[in-house]
């Protein structure tokens, strides 16, 4: 029991460990995870996040690597592992799960979504306690505001719940086909009218985009609750400060996606050691010039007895985002709960910001992010 704080502020026993150990920092995390069931929680009520009508955690995760082997390696044979995961996050106090109905590769698309599905129906959670965010491609066939709905229908029976949490438009088209987008908008607004989703949000919207879907479904009486955007101290440049700054202003919350860099964040990659398939071309780009940064966060790491994934993590709750790091495994989900209870100071957050532009490097930016 105890373990979330265990994780807040250190047990003065790991702190002996950290004396008399070389491997100190090692010992002092692993003796820091929470255990599957915790009593304590990681934050407060208070601290819940208003996204529209709903209450979310300050953190969700993502499950984009549920289903996809090309990126994330997945194995059908990990599902045992990911249930575990699900069920430790759920009892941590972990509501929102952000999914996509183009998750899944080849004969797994929507593996996500069905995965989260029977994940939900096992757990001992009420579904209405679920949040579940899923986003809706704009397929090419996909014209009509109808055609929408039955997207949203699709995603409905493969998560096996009535209403979904989050409806998000996945990605703008109004770069290459711009009346789509308007069926879409309406897609949403039906989705929504019909009571098949709680609140309404898009992804990878720039802020002069997402003005203009705000104002249109306003004018529709459907409020937009929020934006997913690629947000990290990998991806915080100008355009991303701007929409944060629109979302503020708005009342839109930013829900922060690949807030460990694919990976890059968590400390565990180098130029020498790279992951397997297609995100090391991405790595190798980037990790070369990533020094100051990652030694910056592994600096404040040691000195808070956080780890590298946890301090990236908290960055983004402290610009006042709701990150959803990708866990593909319970470990990883353990270690990134420990991102939750405490809040880096406004120094060791400069002391980031700087580093991050002492990295010549971003982040790739999704080619379908307008403007
Ligand atoms: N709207 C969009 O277009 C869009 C785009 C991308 C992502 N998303 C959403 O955002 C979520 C998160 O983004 P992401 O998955 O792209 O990237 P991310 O959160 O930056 O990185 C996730 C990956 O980092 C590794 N990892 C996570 N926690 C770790 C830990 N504590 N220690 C060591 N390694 C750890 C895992 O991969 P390895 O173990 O393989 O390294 C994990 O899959 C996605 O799952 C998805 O739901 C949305």
Avoid at 27 to 45: E, F
Avoid at 224 to 232: M, N, R
Avoid at 271 to 283: D, Q
Avoid at 302 to 309: D, F, I, L, P, W
Wanted: hydrophobic residues 40%; glycine residues 8%.
């Amino acid at each position: 029991m105890a373990s979330h704080f265990l994780i807040s502020s250190p047990n003065p026993k790991n702190l002996l460990l950290s004396r008399t150990n070389n491997h100190s920092q090692r010992i002092i995390y692993q003796a820091s995870l929470p255990t599957a069931r915790s009593l304590v929680p990681l934050y407060w009520p208070w601290e819940k996040v208003k996204i529209g009508p709903l209450s979310v955690s300050p953190m969700g995760f993502g499950t984009w690597a549920w289903g996809n082997q090309l990126l994330w390696g997945y194995q059908e044979n990990m599902d045992d592992g990911l249930k575990e995961t699900f069920d430790l996050a759920v009892a941590n106090g972990i509501n929102l799960f952000d999914t996509a109905d183009s998750y899944g590769t080849g004969r797994l698309n929507g593996q996500s979504e069905r995965l989260l599905g029977k994940f939900i129906k096992g757990s001992e959670k009420n579904e209405d306690d679920i949040i579940i965010a899923t986003k809706f491609a704009a397929y090419p066939w996909r014209l009509t505001p109808s055609q929408f709905v039955n997207a949203c229908k699709s995603s409905l029976d493969r998560l096996q719940i009535k209403k979904i949490g989050i409806g998000q438009f996945h990605w703008s088209t109004a770069k290459y086909a711009p009346l789509q987008e308007s069926a879409l908008w309406d897609g949403l607004v039906a989705m929504h009218d019909k009571g098949l989703v709680r609140a309404v949000g898009v992804s990878n919207y720039g802020p002069k985009q997402l003005l203009k879907i705000h104002d249109y479904l306003k004018s529709r009486g459907v409020p937009l609750c929020s934006a997913q955007v690629q947000f990290s101290l990998l991806s915080n440049g100008k355009e991303q400060m701007e929409l944060k700054d629109l979302c503020n202003s708005l009342g839109i919350c930013l829900i922060s996606y690949s807030p460990l860099g694919l990976g890059m964040l968590t400390g565990k990659y180098s130029a020498s050691n790279l992951p397997p398939g297609p995100r090391s071309f991405i790595f190798r780009q980037i990790l070369p010039g990533l020094n100051p940064l990652l030694q910056s966060l592994n600096d404040i790491a040691q000195k808070r007895r956080k780890t590298v994934s946890q301090i990236a993590i908290n960055w983004c709750i402290c610009k006042g985002t709701v990150p959803i790091p990708g866990v593909k495994t319970v470990r990883q989900a353990k270690e990134n709960l420990g991102a939750l209870g405490w809040r880096l100071s406004s120094d060791e957050i400069l002391e980031l910001e700087y580093a991050a532009k002492e990295s010549p490097k971003k982040m790739v930016q999704n080619i379908f992010q307008t403007r």
